[in-house]
């Protein structure tokens, strides 16, 4: 952790630039220095993975490529489409701005004329986060989509009042947490199975954290989908983009549909070949799996001063039981803030690779202080105070 220098300028009716009035200036200045705690860059940011600054080589690389006019004659456009095809085991793949623009063209591709409907997880980004581009959901489900789930949820029949189902969507990760590769090809073998099949769309912004995690790899994950969406700058740390990858017929149409969505692009290199080095120097060099064990210790920290956690630590995300703690989102983030540290006012912290030590020290000290408040209170209301004995045994 650094320290910055805050000046107060001195209160003054006048100020000449006279070697003395400069003089007596910096010595009022010098007398009203505060020093702070400070973080450069993303190191304290907990508020997503999507946070981190790009890195020398990211913004470096668009200087030493080609930098044609459109996405279809662009060499390091198409170099990466190639590569991210390779990499998945799809046959085709297409480079978009955003996750959404991703998850919505891939939807839009896939769907026909309606009726249709999509059965998705209740908790999915492209219901929740996307602006109600897609509205039909499922009920509740527990930790991940099972193959009974979507059986369960499924319109299949094609009466005149009926939405049939014709696009099931997942998500991996999904608040962290991992959708296991065997329910994956359970949902795909049901969906392909259908007369007509239905589509099986991946949103996976984060699969590299599944795939890290060790949970599958990634043409394991994505050969049992129809689609899948990847974002390279959520855990890689790209200034922007993400992919489509797919069937050669699906990537076709996808294209006509990032026109209509606005998509078009010109200079597509500034955008492809940083979205490379993120691949390469993130996800190939295994720099998530450090992120992963970050989190598990933040995680065990916060539970080893008695707090509780919402959901299992699975990759990067660590979620709070604030409601547990007695704790509001305000409260919480107000005293990160007085830390230095950056949270999202909820109880979720999202670890990236950019994450410092110090910075993980310095949100251990939030924990003792809203863990240490609610132990004391407990304390004063004659409750065995095992939570204050666990803080004063972390230092």
């Given at each position: 952790?650094?320290?910055?220098?805050?000046?107060?300028?001195?209160?003054?009716?006048?100020?000449?630039?006279?070697?003395?009035?400069?003089?007596?200036?910096?010595?009022?200045?010098?007398?009203?220095?505060?020093?702070?705690?400070?973080?450069?860059?993303?190191?304290?940011?907990?508020?997503?993975?999507?946070?981190?600054?790009?890195?020398?080589?990211?913004?470096?690389?668009?200087?030493?490529?080609?930098?044609?006019?459109?996405?279809?004659?662009?060499?390091?456009?198409?170099?990466?489409?190639?590569?991210?095809?390779?990499?998945?085991?799809?046959?085709?793949?297409?480079?978009?701005?955003?996750?959404?623009?991703?998850?919505?063209?891939?939807?839009?591709?896939?769907?026909?004329?309606?009726?249709?409907?999509?059965?998705?997880?209740?908790?999915?980004?492209?219901?929740?986060?996307?602006?109600?581009?897609?509205?039909?959901?499922?009920?509740?489900?527990?930790?991940?989509?099972?193959?009974?789930?979507?059986?369960?949820?499924?319109?299949?029949?094609?009466?005149?009042?009926?939405?049939?189902?014709?696009?099931?969507?997942?998500?991996?990760?999904?608040?962290?947490?991992?959708?296991?590769?065997?329910?994956?090809?359970?949902?795909?073998?049901?969906?392909?199975?259908?007369?007509?099949?239905?589509?099986?769309?991946?949103?996976?912004?984060?699969?590299?954290?599944?795939?890290?995690?060790?949970?599958?790899?990634?043409?394991?994950?994505?050969?049992?989908?129809?689609?899948?969406?990847?974002?390279?700058?959520?855990?890689?740390?790209?200034?922007?983009?993400?992919?489509?990858?797919?069937?050669?017929?699906?990537?076709?149409?996808?294209?006509?549909?990032?026109?209509?969505?606005g998509g078009g692009m010109r200079q597509s290199a500034i955008i492809a070949a940083p979205a490379r080095v993120a691949v390469e120097e993130t996800f190939m060099k295994g720099r998530l799996t450090e992120?992963?064990?970050?989190?598990?210790?933040?995680?065990?920290?916060?539970?080893?001063?008695?707090?509780?956690?919402?959901?299992?630590?699975?990759?990067?995300m660590v979620w709070l039981n604030l409601d547990e703690a007695n704790l509001s989102k305000e409260e919480f983030w107000k005293i990160a803030a007085d830390e230095g540290i950056k949270v999202m006012?909820?109880?979720?912290?999202?670890?990236?690779?950019?994450?410092?030590?110090?910075?993980?020290?310095?949100?251990?000290?939030?924990?003792?202080?809203?863990?240490?408040?609610?132990?004391?209170?407990?304390?004063?209301?004659?409750?065995?105070?095992?939570?204050?004995?666990?803080?004063?045994?972390?230092?």
């Amino acid at each position: 952790m650094a320290t910055v220098e805050v000046l107060t300028a001195p209160a003054s009716p006048s100020f000449s630039l006279d070697q003395e009035n400069l003089q007596s200036s910096n010595s009022h200045i010098e007398s009203s220095i505060k020093t702070i705690p400070r973080f450069s860059g993303a190191e304290n940011d907990f508020r997503s993975d999507f946070v981190t600054v790009p890195t020398a080589e990211m913004l470096n690389a668009p200087q030493i490529l080609s930098l044609a006019d459109n996405w279809e004659e662009d060499p390091t456009s198409t170099e990466l489409q190639n590569y991210m095809s390779q990499l998945t085991g799809q046959p085709a793949a297409l480079l978009v701005l955003s996750g959404t623009a991703a998850n919505q063209i891939s939807l839009r591709t896939a769907l026909g004329a309606p009726p249709h409907s999509v059965l998705v997880d209740h908790r999915s980004h492209i219901v929740t986060m996307e602006a109600g581009a897609v509205s039909s959901i499922t009920g509740t489900n527990g930790h991940h989509l099972t193959v009974i789930d979507v059986q369960n949820n499924a319109t299949l029949t094609t009466a005149d009042y009926d939405c049939p189902t014709r696009l099931i969507c997942l998500e991996n990760t999904l608040n962290g947490t991992i959708l296991p590769l065997s329910d994956v090809k359970a949902i795909s073998a049901w969906a392909r199975s259908q007369n007509p099949p239905i589509h099986l769309h991946l949103d996976g912004a984060r699969l590299w954290q599944a795939v890290a995690a060790g949970a599958g790899s990634l043409q394991d994950y994505c050969q049992a989908f129809d689609s899948v969406a990847l974002c390279f700058a959520k855990g890689l740390g790209a200034p922007l983009g993400s992919v489509i990858v797919g069937s050669q017929a699906f990537i076709k149409r996808a294209r006509l549909m990032r026109r209509l969505f606005g998509g078009g692009m010109r200079q597509s290199a500034i955008i492809a070949a940083p979205a490379r080095v993120a691949v390469e120097e993130t996800f190939m060099k295994g720099r998530l799996t450090e992120t992963h064990e970050k989190a598990r210790r933040i995680g065990e920290a916060w539970e080893s001063l008695g707090g509780q956690l919402v959901h299992p630590t699975e990759t990067n995300m660590v979620w709070l039981n604030l409601d547990e703690a007695n704790l509001s989102k305000e409260e919480f983030w107000k005293i990160a803030a007085d830390e230095g540290i950056k949270v999202m006012m909820k109880g979720r912290l999202v670890i990236h690779y950019q994450i410092s030590e110090a910075a993980i020290q310095q949100l251990i000290l939030v924990f003792k202080r809203v863990l240490g408040k609610r132990g004391q209170a407990r304390s004063n209301g004659h409750v065995t105070n095992g939570v204050k004995r666990k803080i004063d045994a972390l230092g």
